[in-house]
């Protein structure tokens, strides 16, 4: 088993966590062809990265010396880790972060099979490399240098969770409302196409769909610096019972930079 202090664990998880942040942002910004600050947190962390690598460590160290059974054991664990988190966070937010639905033996879009190989391609990957250098790393840091940065990184990412978990709260409740607007807009409009005959209800009933609207757009101008980073920086994100709401969030967004 590691011998690690828990200020050197937690180190282990800052520095992992924000090795996963530069991967992610990296790829996703080469794919999309602009730069995206991937993550639930605004900092250079991914804390689900962070999670799955010491889940990698913990659950293989039995099987150092058999890469097919560290293989297995880290697949497993890293799934079993990314299942529980999506699972809790789209019961939380109402919003997946990832979404694995169009991708081939997935399960509810949490997991799938393609994911899953890589953890453990990813664990092997850690054990016989990448995590050698980290080792040396915690080991050479003196006890106390140590328990500072750890102290230090603690409270900047603990803080950042914070405000990033109430952010999340706060967007949940922006697309509740936006999405009962869009609701109101839908009914007042089914019951003006059957106002043909009615000139004043029928004016009546526009001038309603249109403050309806009007006051979406201000709910979407007034929460547009709040929520800009995080929707922008996770472009896979969907919602089962919000995407209408989400999707309309998205273009006002995109439309706004274009100004």
């Given at each position: 088993m590691?011998?690690?202090?828990?200020?050197?664990?937690?180190?282990?998880?800052?520095?992992?966590?924000?090795?996963?942040?530069?991967?992610?942002s990296l790829y996703v910004s080469f794919m999309k062809k602009r730069w995206v600050n991937r993550g639930f947190i605004r900092g250079p962390f991914l804390p689900i990265y962070g999670s799955g690598a010491l889940m990698m460590l913990?659950?293989?160290?039995?099987?150092?010396?058999?890469?097919?059974?560290?293989?297995?054991?880290?697949?497993?664990g890293a799934t079993a880790l990314e299942l529980a988190t999506g699972a809790v966070m789209e019961a939380l937010f109402r919003v997946r972060y990832?979404?694995?639905?169009?991708k081939k033996?997935?399960?509810?879009?949490?997991?799938?099979?393609?994911?899953?190989?890589?953890?453990?391609?990813?664990?092997?990957?850690?054990t016989?490399?990448?995590?050698?250098?980290?080792?040396?790393?915690?080991?050479?840091?003196?006890?106390?240098?140590?328990?500072?940065?750890?102290?230090?990184?603690?409270?900047?990412?603990?803080?950042?969770?914070?405000?990033?978990f109430v952010g999340a709260l706060n967007l949940k409740n922006m697309l509740d409302r936006v999405e009962r607007i869009k609701e109101d807009i839908a009914g007042m409009q089914?019951?003006?196409?059957?106002?043909?005959?009615?000139?004043?209800?029928?004016?009546?009933?526009?001038?309603?769909?249109n403050e309806a609207r009007e006051k979406m757009r201000v709910?979407?101008?007034?929460?547009?610096?709040?929520?800009?980073?995080?929707?922008?920086?996770?472009p896979t994100m969907v919602s089962r019972k919000y995407q209408n709401a989400l999707e309309d969030i998205r273009e006002f967004i995109r439309e706004s930079k274009k100004k």
């Open positions: 590691y011998q690690y202090t828990m200020a050197q664990w937690l180190l282990c998880f800052y520095i992992y966590s924000f090795i996963g942040w530069c991967w992610e913990i659950v293989s160290e039995p099987f150092q010396d058999n890469i097919p059974l560290t293989f297995v054991a880290g697949m497993i990832w979404d694995y639905s169009k033996l997935n399960y509810k879009g949490y997991i799938c099979l393609s994911s899953s190989l890589a953890w453990g391609a990813f664990t092997i990957l850690m016989r490399f990448i995590h050698k250098p980290v080792d040396t790393l915690l080991m050479w840091l003196p006890p106390l240098p140590a328990l500072v940065l750890a102290a230090v990184f603690t409270v900047l990412v603990g803080t950042d969770f914070v405000l990033s089914r019951r003006l196409d059957a106002m043909v005959a009615f000139t004043d209800p029928r004016a009546d009933m526009e001038a309603r769909i709910l979407f101008e007034s929460r547009k610096k709040l929520h800009r980073g995080r929707i922008l920086g996770n």
